[in-house]
């Protein structure tokens, strides 16, 4: 069983940055695809962005692309989502899945192991 623990979420002002690290507790994780997902309440899980096992090949949502970027630490079983130019809409608690496999995954329902979310707020 894998546990992934998120942190680097805050209160920011639009145009800000943060980084989201994701940390997981077993080395197989580098062997893992990484999916970032967000959700604001009374709305679905929203897909963000994601990476295969060696964070080489990533994909991202259209409202995120160009502004963050994902990224894999295999040797410190990390991932992390570079969030800039922060928009009020980006306001959600964000979450970090981890999946075996080969390839990226945008569909949650995919992913075996989620982190507990962290909560990222732009104030305008």
């Known amino acids: 069983q894998v546990q992934l623990v998120e942190s680097g979420g805050g209160l920011v002002q639009a145009g800000d940055s943060l980084r989201l690290s994701c940390v997981a507790s077993?080395?197989?994780?580098?062997?893992?695809?990484v999916g970032w997902f967000r959700q604001v309440p009374g709305k679905e899980r929203e897909f963000v962005a994601a990476?295969?096992?060696?964070?080489?090949?990533?994909d991202y949502s259209e409202s995120v692309k160009g502004r963050f970027t994902i990224s894999k630490d295999n040797a410190k079983s990390t991932s992390y989502l570079q969030m800039n130019s922060l928009k009020p809409e980006d306001t959600a608690v964000y979450y970090c899945?981890?999946?075996?496999?080969?390839?990226?995954?945008?569909?949650?329902?995919?992913?075996?192991?989620w982190g507990q979310g962290t909560q990222v707020t732009v104030s305008s």
């Open positions: 990476c295969d096992w060696s964070g080489e090949t990533t």
């Open positions: 077993d080395r197989i994780f580098g062997t893992y695809a």
């Open positions: 899945a981890a999946v075996g496999g080969f390839r990226v995954y945008k569909d949650d329902t995919l992913y075996d192991y």
